[in-house]
């Protein structure tokens, strides 16, 4: 039998959702958790890989066991075994052929900034102190609806198998007079991705790059072309669909 767990996590002292040799990881801590309270070994797969410092408000991973689980009880007892960081919402029953990961059609992530010191929004918000120019970035932004190979935007040495991604939506919103997120939403994401994204968009805004620039950047396919990467505090997972 086949189970979802959606879930939510602050990511700052993890190395990532996947599990590593050397450090603390989501995955590590939600397998240990289900081991515990179900009593064998359990693995679980996530709808995608976060990396170190990354955050979500909603993360979906799937399990699978030989036996009926009550989800209720399941999902009270893992938020009382897990860490503060880790927050459980539901466990439910799905059939067998769905995929935590690959049945997942899309994915949005949300980059955070803001423009003037304050020291409540530092954890998950990259302060920027430089002025940037937003409609330039938006215009940029829609941009990446009209490309699918962001090989310019993956990071150096991956393991990929393709570097095309279906952008479906790419925007910044302004949240108060010094604060913003940008939105974007795809099929897939590459490794490091947003945070290139957003890093060369930045660049944009700071009169760095024109569109047409921009442009070249994505065509050109070379992540050694592209902004830099943000840092990853100020980035959530917001939503994964099925």
């Known amino acids: 039998m086949r189970y979802f767990i959606t879930f939510s996590y602050d990511g700052t002292r993890y190395h990532g959702w996947q599990i590593q040799p050397n450090g603390i990881s989501v995955q590590g801590e939600l397998q240990r958790a289900l081991s515990t309270l179900l009593r064998e070994e359990i693995s679980v797969t996530g709808a ?30 893992l938020n009382r075994l897990l860490p503060q960081d880790i927050a459980v919402q539901k466990v439910e029953q799905v059939s067998a052929d769905l995929h935590a990961r690959f049945s ?12 003037r010191k304050n020291p409540f929004l530092r954890a998950y918000s990259c302060e920027l102190r430089y002025p940037l120019d937003f409609k330039m970035m938006n215009e940029a932004a829609k941009v990446l609806m ?31 007079e010094d604060s913003w997120y940008f939105e974007i939403s795809a ?27 921009f442009r070249r950047v994505i065509e050109g396919k070379r992540r050694t072309e592209a902004g830099d990467s943000m840092p990853g505090n100020a980035l959530f997972l917001e939503k994964v669909a099925y």
């Open 187 to 213: 099929n897939r994401f590459l490794r490091n991705m947003v945070r290139a994204v957003v890093g060369t968009l930045i660049d944009v805004g700071r009169g760095r790059l024109t569109i047409e620039e």
């Open 146 to 176: 009209e490309y699918e190979d962001f090989g310019a935007f993956c990071k150096s040495h991956s393991d990929v198998r393709t570097t095309l991604c279906r952008v479906t939506a790419a925007e910044w919103y302004q949240i108060s």
């Open 104 to 115: 997942a059609t899309l994915r949005t992530y949300h980059y955070y900034i803001h423009t």
């Open 48 to 77: 995608g890989r976060t990396d170190a410092g990354v955050h979500a408000r909603m993360m979906v991973a799937h399990f699978d066991i030989g036996r009926e689980v009550d989800t209720r009880q399941l999902a009270y007892k």
